[in-house]
């Protein structure tokens, strides 16, 4: 059977309707509290008719971890009530919604942020500053929110979770040695470096239970000389893949570095070799902007499914037209 993005896919329990999925991309429209508005309701529901997945942007799982001071956030109940609005919007287009569960770590911004922590006192730059190494507690404390995050997204109506393990934020911080130089349980070789996104995932998976969708976005490569590669992150990820449902395939984010050549689909060869040895979907993302390219990945077997950001956000039917085969000018991508 020739792959296209028309083909239905499962994750997990879910069954996608095809294999286009919008992104997670930052709206910067949060309140102080971090809570979503009206904009975020009709720019989701909007966005919501065509494409088989909605991942909702990075949603903070704690005050201490937020990626911005207009973002948005799951870190009490008061929360779920908005947030339930969203993922009804998104359902009335008989679409699934996931929520990205985020921890900015050292990357967490400064404006709302009252303690700067990480896996070990190394600055992702001066504007960031240098945040304070994580305690034993400290780590467990994050856990637990990660698992009421997760016990909200439920309530909230979200079909799935994604854990934010990417771009430089805190879990990322944890898998990479460029950042993580502890010598304890968390640090140190590949296995201990996993150890906390280990325990996020099984506190989320105690929550949730094993039909409930969980999957992960990673950067593939931290484009620096001793950091991450797809080779480390398999190691990582395939002893943690009968718990997962998905992988979500990105690059980059924790250093203040741009990779030298960004190009169309310039990230899918990380995918790929990441999909060789895992057998869970891989998700695709970067500059895939064009069916006759979506639907060559799928073909070929690089990944399984499809996901685009900026082309959504300036388009709303974007998803529309890749779907009854026409094409679109490139845009400038910038998933978060």
Same mark, same amino acid.
């Given at each position: 059977?020739?792959?296209?993005?028309?083909?239905?896919?499962?994750?997990?329990?879910l069954?996608?309707?095809?294999r286009?999925?919008?992104?997670?991309?930052?709206?910067?429209?949060? #309140? $102080?509290?971090?809570?979503?508005?009206?904009h975020? +309701? /009709?720019?989701?529901?909007r966005?919501?008719?065509? %494409?088989?997945?909605?991942i909702?942007?990075?949603?903070?799982?704690?005050?201490?971890?937020?990626?911005?001071k207009?973002?948005i956030?799951?870190? #009490?109940?008061?929360?779920?009530?908005?947030?339930?609005? +969203?993922t009804?919007? $998104?359902?009335?287009?008989?679409t699934?919604?996931?929520?990205?569960? @985020?921890h900015?770590?050292?990357k967490?911004?400064?404006?709302?942020?009252?303690?700067?922590?990480?896996p070990?006192?190394?600055?992702?730059?001066e504007?960031?500053g240098?945040?304070?190494?994580?305690?034993?507690a400290?780590?467990?404390? $994050?856990? /637990? /929110?990660? !698992?009421l995050?997760?016990?909200?997204?439920?309530?909230?109506?979200?079909?799935?979770?994604?854990?934010?393990a990417?771009?430089?934020?805190l879990i990322h911080?944890?898998? @990479?040695?460029l950042?993580?130089v !502890?010598s304890?349980?968390?640090?140190?070789? =590949?296995?201990?470096?996993? !150890?906390?996104l280990k /325990? %996020?995932?099984?506190?989320?998976?105690?929550?949730?239970? !094993?039909?409930?969708? %969980? #999957?992960?976005?990673?950067?593939?490569?931290?484009y620096c000389?001793?950091?991450l590669?797809?080779?480390?992150?398999v190691?990582m990820?395939k002893?943690?893949?009968s718990?997962?449902?998905?992988?979500h395939?990105?690059?980059?984010?924790?250093?203040?570095?741009?990779?030298?050549?960004v190009h169309?689909?310039?990230?899918?060869?990380?995918?790929?070799? +990441?999909?060789?040895?895992?057998? $869970?979907? %891989? +998700?695709a993302?970067?500059?895939?902007?064009t069916?006759?390219l979506?639907?060559?990945?799928?073909?070929?077997?690089?990944?399984?499914?499809?996901?685009?950001?900026?082309?959504l956000?300036?388009?709303?039917d974007?998803?529309?037209y890749?779907?009854?085969h026409?094409?679109q000018?490139?845009?400038?991508?910038n998933? =978060?």
């Open positions: 059977m020739t792959l296209t993005l028309d083909n239905p896919i499962n994750l997990g329990s069954r996608l309707k095809n286009l999925i919008m992104a997670p991309l930052q709206q910067y429209k949060g #309140t $102080i509290e971090a809570f979503p508005i009206d975020h +309701i /009709e720019h989701y529901g966005r919501a008719k065509h %494409v088989g997945l909605v909702l942007e990075s949603t903070a799982i704690s005050p201490n971890g937020r990626l911005w207009n973002d956030g799951i870190f #009490t109940d008061q929360h779920v009530e908005l947030l339930k609005k +969203i009804d919007a $998104i359902h009335a287009h008989q699934p919604a996931f929520i990205q569960l @985020s900015g770590g050292r967490s911004s400064p404006e709302v942020t009252n303690s700067l922590v990480a070990s006192a190394i600055a992702f730059d504007h960031y240098s945040p304070e190494p994580l305690s034993l400290g780590i467990q404390t $994050i856990v /637990e /929110e990660y !698992r995050a997760a016990k909200r997204a439920v309530a909230a109506g979200f079909d799935g979770i994604e854990i934010h990417a771009h430089g934020f911080q944890f898998l @990479s040695p950042s993580n !502890r304890d349980d968390y640090g140190g070789n =590949s296995e201990n470096r996993a !150890r906390f /325990e %996020v995932l099984l506190a989320i998976r105690g929550e949730v239970g !094993r039909q409930y969708p %969980v #999957t992960i976005r990673v950067s593939a490569t931290d000389t001793g950091g590669t797809p080779v480390e992150l190691r990820l002893t943690l893949e718990e997962l449902d998905a992988i395939v990105s690059t980059g984010g924790l250093l203040p570095i741009q990779p030298s050549d169309t689909g310039y990230q899918v060869p990380h995918a790929a070799a +990441i999909k060789q040895h895992l057998n $869970i979907p %891989v +998700i993302v970067g500059k895939i902007y069916r006759s979506a639907n060559r990945i799928l073909e070929d077997q690089l990944a399984d499914c499809i996901a685009i950001g900026s082309p956000l300036a388009d709303p974007y998803a529309e890749l779907l009854m026409q094409e000018a490139s845009t400038t991508d998933d =978060s």
